[in-house]
Structure formats: C-alpha cells, structure tokens
C-alpha cells in the first residue's frame, strides 16, 4: 500500500476513536527513521495536549489497529501534539490556515515535487499556495506531506486561535 492509501485507511479506522475521546485527529503520517517504520498520530484539543492524553489514544487505537492490520510489517506507533512543524492534511485544515507559511510535497512522479509559500485556501479539491508572487493549484490527492512554516512567536499565537475557535 502506498503512503497515502496508508494514511487515509488509519484515518478511517482511528479516526471514530479519537474523536470518541474528545480528541482533534490532526494528521496521520508514515516516516521511516534509523529506528524502522513510524505511524505517527498527530491529536489536538481546545486544552492543548498533556502526555497522558496521548497515551490514552494510544491505549484506544492500539488494538484498532492491530485488528484491522493495515501495516504488514513492524512498526512504532507515535502519538502528540501537532507542535510547531504543524502537519495540514484536510482539505479544510488547508482553508484553515489560509496566509500561513507552509511547505508542501507532492507524491512522486511529479515534475516539481516540492513548494514553499504562504497557503491561498482551497478550490474544489486544490490546495491553493502562493509562491514567489504566483499562486499554484496543487490536487489535495497528490500531497505526499504538508506542514506549516512557524516562528515561535506565529506558534503561538496560532495555538491561542485554535484553542479558542475549539
């Protein structure tokens, strides 16, 4: 299964119970480090995130996932907070965070894979970015991986927003 397809089917079967928990499912992201393959879960609430709120989704979605087994191999599961390095998956997060910085990459096989500007919003399905004075219409589906560009100063005052709107 390619990343993608993986992070969209974990999103499916975890996603129920995240949100059963009172929990925000931020992103859902496959990364590989000198450790092995990660599922890292990325969870919000109007609160913040406390380390045992990350444990309990842990405990929750361990066994979701070990039932439906959509990862063939071994892999370590991660569960926190969004942080500074916001992860953007939905369409909707996209609209959100609209006059953000934000980096995005695309799945590959695309002539240009990687853009860097400040997000424009959402058409249909197209993630609209601004980069370099020009705006590029990027399909949502062919985003490998997504995330804002913040200074610890924007960071925080865009987790007082997003606590409050909550």
Do not use: N
Not at 45 to 54: E, M, N, S, T, V
């Amino acid at each position: 299964m390619i990343p993608s397809e993986l992070r969209k089917r974990v999103r499916e079967l975890i996603e129920p119970s995240v949100r059963r928990l009172g929990f925000d499912l931020v992103a859902v992201e496959w990364v590989g480090d000198t450790r092995g393959p990660i599922l890292r879960v990325s969870i919000d609430h109007p609160q913040g995130i406390r380390a045992k709120d990350c444990a309990e989704v842990t405990h929750y979605i361990s066994p979701v996932l070990d039932e439906a087994d959509p990862i063939e191999s071994a892999y370590t599961l991660e569960v926190s907070s969004p942080g500074i390095d916001r992860p953007v998956e939905r369409l909707s997060d996209f609209e959100r965070f609209r006059g953000k910085r934000a980096r995005i990459r695309l799945e590959e096989g695309h002539p240009r894979r990687r853009f860097s500007g400040v997000l424009s919003g959402v058409d249909g399905d197209e993630v609209l970015v601004e980069v370099d004075g020009a705006v590029h219409r990027i399909r949502h589906e062919t985003i490998d991986r997504a995330h804002l560009v913040l200074d610890i100063d924007e960071y925080a005052k865009l987790a007082e927003v997003l606590h409050d709107d909550e």
